[in-house]
């Protein structure tokens, strides 16, 4: 003879399995979530002291794998790869050259295609490091560490290949002192100074942004504007004899 149980019972199962099913549903939705976040982040620990002073040894960093998926890596950039001497182990380091480019270190201050850069972020520069030039290949990369004078780098392994490039470094998060958005110094692209006389007899001052063809080689240190003013007062002005010319 079966016993049907009391509706109280009944009741107290439909409670534990409604229960249990919000578990299974939670940690399911749990771990697509850290799918997702894993594709496109991960952590990192910085080992040693080849980023002082801005990077230190125990901290914790968020690493985004997604930035370099839509844009290439740009100078000033801080990521974490995987060297080509070793790969089972993650490097920290600082964008300096890019692709194309010819990268040289002279009397410890680094030139790129022979203009010098001015980086902010280095604390001590070391006046008889030099090394290269040398010339970026395609798909590659010249990185650095900010302390120079401690760092295992593209001038004793060579140029990176963007394919071992893990990500850009993002969010500092351990020590909490450390805790922000991880600081990518821009470079840039050169502003030019022009000078010219009004009639006023009063200097006007002018910033207009460079072109990247700064960057290739046009000799911007023989143009002086006080020499271009003067060849631009000498030229015939329109009317003038020596401006008419004759039909043969």
């Known amino acids: 003879m079966n016993e049907e149980l009391p509706e109280e019972e009944w ?15 939670t940690i399911v939705l ?10 496109g ?13 801005n990077f230190h040894q125990g901290q914790y960093l968020v690493v985004n ?4 998926r839509l844009h290439p890596p740009q100078r000033g950039d801080v990521i974490v790869f995987r060297p080509p001497t070793n790969p089972e182990k993650d490097y920290i380091k600082r964008v300096i050259g890019l692709p ?12 790129v295609d022979g203009r010098r850069l001015e980086e902010s972020y280095i604390a001590q520069v070391n006046r008889r490091a030099s090394w290269g ?20 780098d593209s001038r004793s392994w060579g140029m990176l290949p963007r394919e071992n490039i893990i990500g850009q470094a993002w969010l500092s998060y351990w020590p909490p002192q450390e805790w922000g958005l991880v600081p990518h110094y821009t470079f840039p692209t050169g502003i030019l100074y022009v000078r010219l006389w009004i009639k006023e007899k009063r200097w006007l001052s002018r910033l207009s942004p460079l072109p990247s063809m700064m ?16 060849s631009s007062k000498n030229l015939p002005r329109k009317g003038s004899r020596s401006h008419r010319c004759h039909r043969s």
Do not use: C, Q
């Open 11 to 25: 009741d107290r199962w439909a409670g534990v399995k409604s229960f249990l099913r919000e578990i299974g549903e």
């Open 30 to 39: 749990t771990l697509i979530i850290y799918g997702l976040v894993s594709l």
């Open 41 to 53: 982040f991960r952590n990192f620990r910085v080992i040693g002291d080849s980023m002082t002073p």
């Open 65 to 68: 794998k997604l930035t370099y």
């Open 100 to 111: 194309g480019e010819t990268v040289a270190i002279r009397e410890g201050y680094v030139y």
């Open 133 to 152: 030039p040398s010339l970026v290949g395609e798909d590659e990369y010249f990185v650095l560490g900010d302390n120079r004078n401690n760092s295992s």
């Open 215 to 230: 960057n290739r080689g046009f000799p911007w240190s023989s143009f002086h504007p006080r020499t271009w003013w003067r």
